[in-house]
């Protein structure tokens, strides 16, 4: 198994991500955008989720041409990027989000797929290969902040580029896992609509889209409200980075966590630190000791509901619908509740400030009464056609 490629993929696609969720909120204010056009700028980069990775998983699961289309993804979004440095209005920059986020956010779902074809019968492992996703925020998070510091902030779209670049390369080392698709394309005995009925597992993407939902305020504006409070961009990025380091503890532990309290006691106990965590974020965001607390949650709150969603969706979904099951999980997750998160978030910031962080924590309450009454995985069985 290619573990150096795998990881190194993760590495460079989540370093990315460190750049643009505390940072690009930052930078998009010092173009003079009012917090309504940041809420629906960041939205635009959750948008493109809800489209393009169902696009990509239908043909991934088609074609089986998984790899070569991730190839041929993380180019585009490399390509569309560069146009970012001839743009400084908000119609202009939102063009460029949307098409290079078009084929970054569509990449991610389908080499999810591609590790765990590799992985085979040692599904358990992928957390220990994730998590050096985490590690990439955490160095991505900590270092662009230290240099944010030392320079202006319109040269945060060259280190953008510069990820992209590398993201695209490194998929350039990816092969073709012995068992990859052919057996998917070959399958057809449940179709995708059939599942998709299962109240199980609508409730499931329910859950989804609530989760990430919550986190709409937090990606959009927890970067604006600790600069407001006087913490420096360095530090912002610490704060940042400490979640991400509960996160990658996290998964190293977590086969050992899902062998023992299974998917649905890791879901529901995570479903209520989030509503702790953002209802801490809400009342005391002065208060530095709750923020480490609120932080460190970050491993509950993303951490365990990513690893448990992406092992629930390896449950619940045949191997000639993974790639679209994958893709649902990011579209109607990452993609639907991260733009209504961003976008409403956006649009209540100016009257609520920190308070909209109380949005997220009814959301995430909300999910986990739909986890508590639906979600039950030991209980699931396949349909028929």
């Known amino acids: 198994m290619p573990y150096a490629r795998l990881s190194g993929f993760y590495f460079f696609y989540f370093a990315l991500l460190g750049v643009l969720v505390p940072y690009w909120t930052l930078y998009l204010e010092s173009l003079s955008f009012s917090a309504e056009v940041i809420g629906m700028l960041m939205g635009v980069l959750h948008l493109s989720r809800v489209i393009a990775p169902n696009l990509w998983g239908w043909l991934a699961d088609v074609t089986g041409q998984r790899v070569r289309i991730v190839q041929l993804g993380a180019l585009a979004a490399w390509l569309c990027f560069l ?3 001839w743009q400084q209005q908000a119609l202009g920059v939102g063009l460029v989000m949307l098409a290079f986020s078009f084929f970054w956010n569509a990449v991610l779902p389908q080499f999810e797929v591609i590790t765990l074809d590799h992985l085979g019968a040692r599904s358990t492992e992928y957390s220990r290969i ?4 985490s590690i990439g925020f955490i160095v991505a ?3 662009v902040g230290w240099l944010l510091d030392q320079v202006a902030l319109d040269r945060l779209p060259q280190v953008v580029c510069l990820l992209l670049l590398l993201i695209w390369l490194n ?3 990816i092969g073709r896992a012995k068992q990859a698709c052919d057996e998917a394309v070959a399958e057809s005995a449940v179709g995708l609509k059939v599942i998709l009925l299962q109240p199980q597992v609508l409730a499931f993407f329910a859950v989804c889209f609530l989760v990430q939902f919550g986190h709409g305020p937090y990606y959009t504006f927890y970067s604006v409200l600790m600069q407001e409070l006087g913490h420096d961009r360095a530090a912002i990025g610490l704060l940042w980075a400490l979640g991400v380091v509960a996160e990658v503890i996290l998964f190293m532990l977590m086969p050992r966590l899902l062998g023992r309290f299974g998917c649905r006691g890791i879901m529901l106990v995570s479903l209520l630190l989030c509503v702790l965590r953002w209802g801490v974020t809400a009342i005391l965001p002065e208060v530095l000791v709750a923020m480490l607390l609120a932080q460190f949650l970050h491993a509950a709150t993303f951490g365990c509901l990513h690893a448990v969603g992406i092992a629930l969706v390896q449950h619940y979904f045949t191997p000639a619908t ?3 099951g994958q893709a649902l999980f990011s579209s109607l997750g990452f993609g639907a509740g991260g733009v209504c ?3 409403i978030s956006g649009v209540f910031w100016d009257e609520l400030g920190q308070y909209t962080f109380l949005l997220a924590a009814l959301a995430s309450l ?4 739909l986890a ?4 039950h995985p030991d209980r699931w069985r396949h349909p028929s056609v």
Request: aromatic share 14%; glycine share 12%.
């Open 83 to 85: 146009a970012i440095f």
């Open 130 to 133: 994730r998590m050096w996703g």
């Open 141 to 143: 998070v900590v270092l």
């Open 171 to 173: 998929t350039l080392l």
């Open 322 to 324: 993974s790639g679209r």
């Open 341 to 343: 998160g961003a976008v």
């Open 366 to 369: 909300l999910a986990f009464v």
């Open 372 to 375: 508590l009454i639906w979600i």
